[in-house]
């Protein structure tokens, strides 16, 4: 049995994982990302999480890492999240203290291999995935091993497609992006433009049944993810379009409306799967370490 090493460094955390080549994992670890104090700090923190683990049995080490991420040679052409971390070779970086290949890719993009991997989406060749967390991350698999990147590493970026144009500002700097309507902190923040008041999503979402603002903004946001879904499915034309992220834990709150939404809208909905994401908190760590077992075996 052989085993690698699978990190996902997330805006909050980053979980490393001992992983074995049938995607289990063995021994896992947590440690704070500290965005805020800088690359320096971040690139610490993920080599502590990486030796806190049996590193000498490891063939290799994957990395799921947020931003426009060159895949070929590890390096973030672009992260917001971080500083100092855009124009990062973060395969070089970690390959400074460690023996054995180091791989980078996109968050969203391990997030999918997980799900092909072993999860929801295993037994479909054309795949949509988008992971609904603080920001909307997006993925495209095609004809079952070919992921989208694009010309610039910037493909399958679906959390900034335009939905409303001239709309609410992006991080990103565009206005109207699926993002800024989609995804979780666009519950949070549209709360606050109804209320003036700061709640969680879980905390907005307990109050529909009697919290008429509540309520608008479940409404507003099946609605809109529902569109959102529509415009995927007619771009790509995938098999199953897979919904991961942390906003999947309320999914009891929102699929149900959000499904019949996107029967409403979308002109042939019964041609394409829409499901959740089987992995969650570990996608990221599983996704990391197949990235890790295909890879060294190309080298």
């Known amino acids: ?16 994982a001992f992983i074995n080549e049938e995607g289990e994992i063995i021994n896992k670890v947590k440690v704070k990302t500290n965005a805020d104090k800088g690359k320096d700090e971040v690139l610490n923190n993920i080599k502590t999480a990486i030796n806190k683990l049996p590193l000498d049995k490891a063939k290799a080490i994957g990395i799921g890492t947020p931003g426009f991420i060159d895949s ?6 672009f992260a917001g999240n971080i500083n100092g971390w855009t124009g990062l070779n973060l395969k070089k970086e970690i390959e400074k203290f460690v023996s054995i290949p180091v791989y980078v890719e996109n968050d969203a993009n391990i997030a999918l291999l997980c799900e092909k991997w072993i999860g929801a989406c295993k037994e479909f060749k054309n795949v949509v995935m988008i992971t609904l967390g603080t ?9 079952d091993n070919t992921m989208l990147y694009g ?5 399958a970026e679906l959390g900034h497609m335009i939905m409303y144009p001239g709309g ?3 991080t990103c700097g565009q206005k109207g992006c ?3 309507y989609c995804a ?5 923040r549209h709360y606050f433009e109804l209320t003036g008041y700061n709640l969680s999503g879980d905390e907005i979402f307990s109050r529909v049944d009697f919290d008429q603002a509540a309520k608008k903004v479940l409404d507003d946001y099946v609605y809109d993810l529902a569109n959102y879904l529509s415009t995927l499915r007619n771009i790509f034309d995938p098999d199953v379009i897979v919904i991961g992220g942390g906003v999947i834990n309320s999914r009891e709150i929102w699929w149900d409306l959000m499904i019949e939404n996107y029967k409403k809208i979308c002109n042939k909905p019964d041609e394409v799967k829409i499901v959740s994401a089987r992995y969650l908190n570990d996608s990221g760590v599983i996704g990391a370490a197949k990235v890790a077992f295909d890879r060294s075996k190309d080298e």
Do not use: P
Request: glycine share 20%; with cysteine.
């Open 151 to 155: 010309s610039h590493f910037q493909g």
């Open 184 to 188: 979780g902190r666009a519950i949070t």
């Open 168 to 170: 609410r500002e992006c």
């Open 72 to 77: 070929e040679n590890g390096i973030v052409t």
């Open 178 to 180: 699926a993002e800024s």
């Open 1 to 16: 049995m052989e085993y690698v090493i699978g990190v996902d460094i997330g805006g909050t955390k980053i979980n490393a």
């Open 135 to 143: 920001g909307l991350g997006g993925a495209v698999l095609i004809n």
